[in-house]
């Protein structure tokens, strides 16, 4: 406070408050074994105001999604909300996480036995074989890599195909049928 000679003093002003409900919660967790990308729901501003509570009624905004990665490296998708009770403020973050940790699966099926001769083994079928497998995220892909032959005319004989199923981030599981007779 200062008069018109320059005279100057300080003065403090103090005032008190007591918040008998203080905005008090913890951020809900997201997940931390997401295979896709298309597994990370969508923002819930409800959810996540549900896990405070405070002086009044809580509520959530959504401002902020950061996305790392990709499903072929691992992934990290983070939803950021701010949530009030109209008198505080707090920041909440979910984490939402995959890591391409995986091969297709499926079951490589088993070859035909009691042939009679070479000519009724049947011919290699890559669709046949990635249509037995499943990535979780995208198509699946096999191609024939090798054929080995193990035959004595229509006495002893068999045919072996090995494939190779790739899934789009180019994870590999193989898969050998043998034909015999």
Known sequence: V?????????????????????????CPEGNEKLVCLAEVPDPDEDWVASYYTGNGPVTATLV??????????????IHEYEVT????????????EGIDDRRPKGIC??????????????APDP??????YTDG?????????????????CINFSRTYQYEITDPCGNAAYCSVTHSG
């Open 85 to 96: 009770d109209g008198c505080a403020v707090k920041i909440c973050k979910v984490f939402w």
């Open 137 to 153: 995220c995208g198509p699946v892909t096999a191609v024939l890599i090798n054929t080995i032959d193990d035959t004595d005319d």
């Open 64 to 77: 902020n999604i950061i996305e790392l990665g990709d499903e072929c490296v691992g992934f990290t998708v």
């Open 109 to 122: 099926p088993v070859g035909l036995t009691g042939l009679v001769c070479v000519s009724d083994i049947p």
């Open 127 to 132: 669709d046949g074989i990635a249509a037995l």
């Open 2 to 26: 200062f008069d018109e000679c320059g005279n100057t003093v300080q003065a403090e002003v103090v005032h008190f408050g007591n918040n008998p409900n203080p905005l008090t919660g913890l």
